[in-house]
Nanobody, 123 residues
């Protein structure tokens, strides 16, 4: 089992930046895959950025490519999402997720989830 706790959300004006953090604990072996998802009111949950934790391989959604960057800190068992040039369309609840798999870039079967952290971007 893996426990995930997100932090770093908040309110920011368009063009601003935020850094989300995800702390992982309560695991025997580190998950092979981790990622960030988001869900806005009235919309389904979507993948934002995914990473294979043992390598530098990452995926970023087209809507955030060039603005958001996923990264990890192996020493501190943490996952990060650096968000720059934020837009009102980025407003959502952001979730950290994980799974034990090598197929990290299949987004529909992540099965460990954090509680979420709210990001609100005003125009």
């Amino acid at each position: 089992q893996v426990q995930l706790v997100e932090s770093g959300g908040g309110s920011v004006q368009a063009g601003g930046s935020l850094r989300l953090s995800c702390a992982a604990s309560e695991y025997t072996y580190s998950p092979g895959c981790m990622g960030w998802f988001r869900q806005a009111p009235g919309k389904e949950r979507e993948g934002v950025a995914l990473i294979r934790t043992g390598t530098t391989a990452t995926w970023h959604a087209d809507s955030v490519k060039g603005r958001f960057t996923i990264s990890q800190d192996k020493v501190n068992d943490a996952l990060y999402l650096e968000m720059n040039s934020l837009k009102p369309e980025d407003t959502a609840m952001y979730y950290c997720a994980a799974k034990f798999s090598w197929n990290c870039f299949r987004a529909n079967d992540y099965n460990y989830w954090g509680q979420g952290t709210q990001v609100t971007v005003s125009s």
